[in-house]
């Protein structure tokens, strides 16, 4: 079963404005942390934002913040302000408790327009 | 200081041959994790190692496919008689275990062309 859910096509966002990436995710553990990655054209995959199953207040790093509505099972990640150099593919995880390994959703793809 | 490292970074092969990539994780960081990513696709867990205990290999897709760590540090992941299916880009990550949220460092990942 398919642990992570991105299903959004591929986006086009104007430079300056903000953007929401949907990810939902299915797991019956009390425990677990959900990450954000970026994926540029050079296929480095960069950390972005990480949210608590536990943590009360919404992350937020930077430009990026976490929309975490935990009875919906959602993590959606917003990017404020967008870039140009924001343009890239970004995947949502998951790691569940007592499970080191992550559980990747298949991407959303965003490209900033000037 | 320094990010983690993969070998090499373009690999092609034909069908039927074996290949190495190799991996170095972080200076200090205790597990290793190596994932597939298929053009278009997100990654796919194949291995994890942490400090001296037994592997979780329970992502690997055959058994052609298997990996070691020497001295709790670089990492070998070998994929005997290739098949044109294997063709992917493979990262490499490394974490501390120890910390609030683990998060996982990437290398740039090799990327394998199976002919």
């Known amino acids: 079963a398919q642990k992570i859910t991105q299903t959004q096509p591929g986006m086009f966002v104007q430079e300056k404005e903000a953007v929401t990436l949907d990810c939902t995710y299915d797991?019956?553990?009390?425990?677990?942390?959900l990450f954000w990655y970026k994926q540029p054209s050079s296929g480095e995959m960069i950390f972005l934002i990480y949210q608590g199953s536990y943590d009360e207040q919404n992350a937020t790093e930077g430009r990026y913040s976490l929309n975490f509505q935990k009875a919906r099972k959602s993590a959606n990640l917003v990017i404020s302000a967008s870039q140009l150099g924001d343009s890239a593919m970004y995947f949502c995880a998951m790691r569940e408790d007592g499970n080191n390994r992550l559980a990747f959703g298949k991407g959303n793809q965003v490209v900033v327009i000037p | 200081g320094a990010g983690v490292s993969q070998s090499p970074s373009n690999k092609v092969t034909e069908k039927g041959k074996d290949v190495e990539l190799r991996c170095d994780p972080i200076s200090g960081h205790t597990a290793l994790y190596w994932y597939r990513q298929s053009l278009g696709q997100g990654l796919e867990f194949l291995i994890y190692f942490q400090g001296n205990s037994a592997p979780d290999k329970s992502g690997l897709p055959s058994d052609r496919f298997s990996a070691e760590r020497t001295g709790g540090s670089v990492s070998t992941l070998t994929i005997q008689r290739t098949q044109q299916e294997d063709s992917a880009v493979y990262l490499c990550?490394?974490?501390?275990?120890?910390?609030?949220?683990?998060?996982?460092?990437f290398g740039p990942g090799t990327r394998l062309t199976v002919l």
């Open positions: 797991t019956s553990d009390q425990s677990y942390g």
């Open positions: 990550a490394s974490s501390q275990v120890r910390g609030s949220h683990n998060e996982q460092f």
